[in-house]
Nanobody, 121 residues
Framework: QVQLVESGGGLVQAGGSLRLSCAASGRTFRSYAMGWFRQAPGKEREFVAAIRWSDGSTYYADSVKGRFTSSRDNAKNTVYLQMNSLKPEDTAVYYC??????????????WGQGAQVTVSS
């Protein structure tokens, strides 16, 4: 069993920055890759980024590449999503998840509770 607890998020003006955190616990969480997804009202959940505990390798959706950065702190069992140059279209509920590291949400077995990110224009 894996537990994921998110923190961060909030309201920011366009061009601003926010950081999300996702603390993982449980016996097997390091056997999973960590993903970040987001879901805007009326839209499907979409892939944002993925990171591996083992080597910190990352992968990003084209829509956030160059603006968002995912990192991990193995000592704290926490992954982060640093979001810079935010745009109104980044407004969504953001979720961290543990799974296969691919872009499809069906490949993830455990999910955090979600964090609201709102970007005003």
């Amino acid at each position: 069993q894996v537990q994921l607890v998110e923190s961060g998020g909030g309201l920011v003006q366009a061009g601003g920055s926010l950081r999300l955190s996702c603390a993982a616990s449980g016996r097997t969480f390091r056997s999973y890759a960590m993903g970040w997804f987001r879901q805007a009202p009326g839209k499907e959940r979409e892939f944002v980024a993925a990171i591996r505990w083992s080597d910190g390798s990352t992968y990003y959706a084209d829509s956030v590449k160059g603006r968002f950065t995912s990192s991990r702190d193995n000592a704290k069992n926490t992954v982060y999503l640093q979001m810079n140059s935010l745009k109104p279209e980044d407004t969504a509920v953001y979720y961290c998840a543990a799974g296969n590291g691919n872009t499809g949400s069906s490949g993830y077995d455990y999910w955090g509770q979600g964090a609201q990110v709102t970007v005003s224009s």
